[in-house]
């Protein structure tokens, strides 16, 4: 728990006001955004606290009115903005629309972002490089078009071939807006300060982007060396978006947030690159109440902990407004600001999130994960080619509820085909990860760590036919392969490579089969190959959504694949997930599962998710809550001092002749609260908030596990806290 050097970037968060001690929540870097004026000032101020800083700035929309009126080169640039097919501008806000990323535009943020390089930034986030799958219809588009396809645009409305190229050509136009970017930026930072300047792609995940109708680069970062890593942009925003499980549609947050952050985590396995996970203790949407937000924000943060290869984090996105803004009242009268436990609570987990790098990482029950491929692709046809215009103008960004009115534009929302594929698993404790289909072709290794896959060509299609020649080796190696697939989605007869050529094929899984050396008019489901087994379930992927019939049908031919493959491997059904990352302990409990029951841990924990760091002997996980636990028996050395959690960050930290003295850094207003292992009952323990002056502090002893709480009042500039034993 103590101060980790700033210079690991543990944790993080981003802030578009100046500095102020009440959200100076001690992270290692900031994050500061936007590139008006007041810019290299915030910096300074940022920098003079102590922070590393960096920037951040929307890459698809920002405060850019200079550019769009003219202001920059005498050209009026509004034509640039994204429209639908009904000519309506696609819009962030006031002025402010999404853009299309010419040449122009991507030169304009160049010369925009050259001040914060001069402002002494180390790194650059360029945030949210998208474009809807609504759009597509506007005269710089066109023009996009007629450069990259040589030939006359196509209303991507018109036919499954233009709205698939369509976006495919929307990712490849913010693909070259980054590459350019980052590459003339970091040149003129070695050039001009001889300094390396780090690049940084905080993104929804495709999950997220597929279900809410947004084309982005994604997996195609992987291709730009310009590119240091990412921020996994996974919030109660995104991962409260309905699904449909047994043919109940409603939120599911936890499930939604432990595959989204899965599925971002794929953007750095196997590379160097740097990804931090984003937490949010509330979100966009200003009409929910405290409890709302700390219940789901609880959610998102335990679902990303079950992904122990991550231990950098954004902790928060504009603390301004978690701290010091109000929002409604459960009761409906009025507005509050946040209480003081929930406060209390944030700080404590953002500050035990810098120490989640553990080396003793071990899971409860079913060890051979599953699972399921995912490509860019999604995005790429996620327009309904008989719809009419009211629905295609429908779009959702979470920020309402009832954005969606028509019931073609809600199932669209649903996505079930690829949450058909995977909630059956998850809600039965079966550990399932979303894989990356494209990076097959990136890394040699890519599917080593997995004996079981389930693909589907129904709501995606794979970017080569060399795809298949890797699957067809992981297959004959001894993995199992489940093909998920009815062959009617209109999207098989875009204009790609498997119905171009000397040799064509009906649809992308027509040739896979061939690759495999299975007859593609054969009624047997299961097939040897090689050392593996192949099962073919002819059934739409969207099927396994609509009831716990289907659901169990899904489970059942994974199962029987495995048999059939002789992966004897334990297959155990349960209603929770359990992770141990070093002594802290993170659980889940499923609702929709195989049982109610409650799962019990027993031993002497920390209840980290209580403001008062409460010693529990018994720790009682319900359906549908999550836990997340320091384990006082793990390995503690019963002989030393040691700051188990707390709501500061910790600093000088030093024992002498029985003397324990630290200092806790923490913003104004949010209480402190630490919780300290002590080999005994200590006979006094003083607190100072100025040099010397020490006095009384409020503490109580807690004999079975040896603990001390300790409680003061947080502030930036530290307080010093001396335990005498």
Request: hydrophobic share 35%; glycine share 6%.
């Amino acid at each position: 728990m103590y101060s980790i050097n700033r210079s690991e970037e543990r944790t993080g968060f981003q802030e578009r006001v100046p500095y102020h001690p009440a959200i100076d929540l001690q992270t290692d870097f900031v994050m500061v955004y936007g590139i008006d004026d007041s810019m290299p000032q915030r910096i300074q101020e940022w920098q003079q606290k102590g922070y590393i800083t960096h920037l951040m700035t929307g890459v698809a929309w920002g405060e850019y009115q200079d550019y769009l009126y003219g202001k920059v080169d005498g050209k009026n640039h509004w034509e640039e903005a994204q429209k639908n097919r009904l000519g309506d501008i696609i819009s962030h806000g006031k002025d402010v629309p999404y853009m299309v990323p010419t040449i122009a535009y991507t030169d304009f943020l160049t010369q925009r972002i050259k001040k914060a390089v001069d402002a002494g930034v180390e790194a650059i986030h360029l945030e949210e490089p998208e474009f809807w799958v609504e759009g597509g219809y506007s005269e710089a588009f066109k023009r996009e078009w007629q450069i990259y396809y040589k030939e006359p645009w196509k209303a991507p409305h018109e036919s499954a071939d233009a709205q698939y190229r369509a976006s495919k050509l929307k990712a490849y136009l913010y693909k070259r807006c980054l590459d350019r970017l980052c590459g003339e930026l970091k040149e003129y930072a070695l050039v001009t300060y001889g300094r390396e300047l780090r690049f940084y792609v905080p993104t929804h995940s495709l999950i997220n982007y597929t279900q809410w109708r947004i084309v982005s680069p994604q997996s195609q970062l992987l291709d730009l060396p310009t590119i240091d890593g990412y921020i996994a942009q996974v919030w109660t925003g995104t991962s409260r978006t309905p699904n449909v499980y047994k043919g109940v549609t409603k939120e599911r947050t936890f499930e939604t947030a432990y595959l989204e952050y899965g599925m971002m985590q794929e953007l750095a396995r196997g590379t160097d690159r740097k990804i931090w996970f984003l937490h949010d203790p509330i979100e966009d949407n200003p009409s929910y109440d405290w409890e709302d937000y700390k219940q789901n924000y609880i959610k998102t943060l335990t679902a990303s902990l079950f992904h122990p290869n991550v231990w950098h984090y954004e902790i928060s996105p504009w603390p301004d407004r978690i701290f010091t803004k109000s929002y409604p009242k459960k009761d409906g009268t009025g507005k509050e600001k946040i209480p003081a436990s929930y406060a209390a609570t944030l700080l404590i987990l953002m500050n035990t999130l810098r120490d989640l790098k553990q080396d003793f990482i071990e899971w409860d029950g079913n060890q051979d994960t599953i699972g399921v491929f995912l490509s860019d692709s999604a995005m790429f046809q996620r327009s309904p080619l008989d719809s009419s215009n009211e629905e295609v103008s429908q779009r959702y960004d979470g920020t309402k509820v009832d954005m969606l009115q028509t019931d073609t534009a809600k199932e669209l929302l649903h996505w079930s085909d690829f949450y058909g594929l995977t909630l059956p698993f998850l809600k039965a404790g079966v550990p399932i990860r979303p894989v990356q289909l494209d990076n097959i072709r990136r890394f040699p290794s890519y599917l080593d760590p997995y004996r079981t896959l389930i693909l589907s060509y129904e709501y995606m299609k794979p970017e080569s036919p060399d795809i298949h020649l890797a699957l067809s080796q992981w297959v004959q190696e001894g993995g199992c392969l489940i093909y998920v697939g009815d062959d009617s989605d209109p999207y098989h007869q875009a204009k790609e490579w498997w119905n171009q050529g000397e040799k064509t094929f009906t649809n992308p899984a027509a040739h896979l089969l061939e690759v495999l050396g299975i007859d593609q008019q054969s009624e047997q489901d299961m097939h040897a190959v090689g050392k593996g087994v192949v099962h073919l379930l002819r059934k739409h992927p969207k099927q396994f959504a609509q009831s716990a019939e289907m659901a169990e049908q899904l489970l059942t031919a994974v199962k029987r694949t495995k048999e059939a493959g002789k992966q004897n491997d334990i297959w155990e059904e349960q209603n929770y997930l359990l992770i141990r990352r070093g002594p802290y302990i993170i659980s889940a409990v499923l609702d929709e599962s195989v049982s109610e029951q409650v799962l019990q841990l027993d031993g002497l924990f920390v209840d980290l998710l209580d403001d008062q760091l409460t010693v529990h002997k018994t720790i009682n996980v319900s359906p549908g809550k999550q836990s997340f636990v320091y384990d006082l028996q793990h390995q503690q050395d019963s002989q030393r001092f040691e700051v188990i959690a707390a709501s500061s960050r910790i600093e000088e930290a030093e024992v002498e002749q029985g003397q324990f003295t630290f200092l806790a850094k923490g913003p104004l207003h949010v209480p402190g609260v630490n919780r300290i292992k002590c080999p005994e009952e200590p006979k006094k323990v003083s607190i100072a908030t100025q040099p010397g002056k020490y006095q009384e502090a409020d503490t109580e002893w807690e004999p079975d596990s040896h603990t001390l709480l300790l409680t003061y009042d947080n502030h930036p500039d530290g307080v010093t806290i001396q335990i005498t034993l």
